[in-house]
C-alpha cells in the first residue's frame, strides 16, 4: 500500500467484550481534502470519542473544516450502535441496516440507502457499494482507489449461535466473484489486526469453503 495513503488512514481496533464495555468492531478514518470517510461507528465510548474527537481543520490554511461521512458495513450492534452517539454529515447505509435505525437517523437528510456503487473524489477515489455476503444482509464496502478496500465482517459465515457456523452457497460464489473482479490488491477485515491481507490468500480461504459444497445442500457448515 502506498505510503501517502496509510498516512491518511486512523484505526481504532475492535475489542472484546468485557464488564464495562460490549464487543466493538475496528473503526477506520480515511482522511479525504474535505471529508473524513468513517468506515463504521462501534458500540463503546471510546469509539464514539475517536470519532467525535477526529481534527477537522481544513487541509490548508482559510479552508472549510472537514467533514464527516460515515459508511456502515452492517446492522450487527458492535459496528452501528454508536450511531446516535456521533456527530457526522452524511451516513451511507445498506437497506437491511437502514431498517434496524431509529427514526431520528432514518429521517436526517444526509442519510442515503446504498443499493448500488457511488463513487466519490475527494482527492482519494472513493468508492461505497454492496457485497453479497452471508454474514450480514446488505453489506457494503469501502474502497480506497485500487490500493484498499474495507470489508468489515462480510467475508465471515453467518453466526449460528446453535450449531456450526455456514455460508449461504449461492452468496458465498457471488462473493468470490465479486472479489475476483475487483481490481483492490489489500484488504482489511474487521476484528483481525491493522494488517491488510492480500487478496489472493482471501480468495483462497473463501474458494476453500466453497469447495466443500455438498450436492442439493444450500449451506457449507464450517469451523473458524
Avoid at 43 to 63: H, K, M, Q, R
Avoid at 125 to 148: C, F, M, N, W, Y
Wanted: glycine residues 4%.
Amino acid at each position: 500500500m502506498p505510503s501517502n495513503l496509510q498516512s491518511r488512514i486512523l484505526h481504532l481496533p475492535a475489542s472484546t467484550p468485557s464488564d464495562t464495555s460490549p464487543l466493538s468492531a475496528d473503526v477506520y478514518a480515511i482522511r479525504g481534502e474535505t471529508v473524513w470517510w468513517i468506515f463504521d461507528v462501534g458500540a463503546s465510548d471510546e469509539t464514539a470519542d475517536f470519532i467525535n474527537n477526529l481534527p477537522c481543520d481544513g487541509v490548508a490554511p482559510g479552508t472549510a473544516p472537514l467533514k464527516k461521512n460515515i459508511i456502515i458495513s452492517h446492522f450487527h450492534r458492535d459496528h452501528f450502535f454508536n450511531l446516535s452517539r456521533v456527530h457526522f454529515d452524511n451516513l451511507f447505509v445498506g437497506r437491511e441496516t437502514f431498517r434496524h435505525c431509529d427514526e431520528s437517523i432514518r429521517a436526517r437528510r444526509g442519510t442515503q440507502v446504498v443499493e448500488s456503487p457511488l463513487q466519490f473524489e475527494d482527492g482519494l477515489q472513493i468508492r461505497i457499494e454492496p457485497i453479497p455476503s452471508s454474514h450480514a444482509k446488505g453489506s457494503l464496502i469501502l474502497t480506497v482507489g485500487d490500493a484498499i478496500a474495507f470489508l468489515g465482517d462480510s467475508t465471515y459465515p453467518t453466526v449460528n449461535h446453535r450449531g456450526p457456523d455456514f455460508y449461504n452457497v449461492q452468496l458465498l460464489y457471488q462473493q468470490i466473484q465479486f472479489l475476483r473482479a475487483c481490481p483492490t490488491q489489500f484488504y482489511y477485515m474487521s476484528h483481525r489486526r491493522f494488517v491488510p491481507r492480500e487478496k489472493e490468500s482471501v480468495l483462497q480461504i473463501l474458494e476453500s469453503y466453497y469447495s466443500k459444497r455438498q450436492p442439493n445442500k444450500n449451506q457449507i457448515e464450517v469451523e473458524l
